[in-house]
């Protein structure tokens, strides 16, 4: 008879939130609300949702509603509590750090320039022969020089020439729309 109170009393004590949904919450507080942290700024009831930190390189923080902590980071100075030997030091390893991550190296695998020209200009322009900063005048005088070596009326019965042709055409529309779409700087 023991035995079967004691697997009674077994199974009252047996929890529900062995299946889905899950009825209590996973770390066993069961289902009361969660505690909201309040602000650490003295006098301030909003909830502390931003951390700050309380020094530098310190894992501890202080925990400000949104508008005590953009008061808090507005006077924040990271170097105030170092020696000025430490902060000229912890200066000099930032400025190393910068000019380390300078340029990633997939930079590397695209065409020369600055940005500012399409593939589709670069490529005609690679057709000329001529940087990536080549100006109007240049883009008409190369079309010209290679229109000349390359026109069928002077080489009749090359298809290659004609081709070359062809191509310098289409580049010089790419080069010479791009120039009237450009802004007057």
Known sequence: MADVHAGQSRMSRRSNDWGFPRWRAYDGSGREAARLRPCDRHGCDRPGTCPAPKAPDSPERWWFCEAHAAEYNRGWNYFAQMSAADAEAARAHAGQESRAYGKARHWAWGAPGDGSRSRAEMDAL???????????????????????????????????????????????RVLSGTDARKPDA
């Open 126 to 172: 690679r057709l000329f022969n001529l940087p990536p900063d080549a100006d109007a005048d240049a883009v008409k005088a190369a079309f010209r020089r290679v229109a000349k070596e390359s026109h069928p009326d002077l080489n009749p019965g090359d298809a290659a020439a004609a081709d070359r042709f062809r191509a310098a055409q289409a580049a010089y």
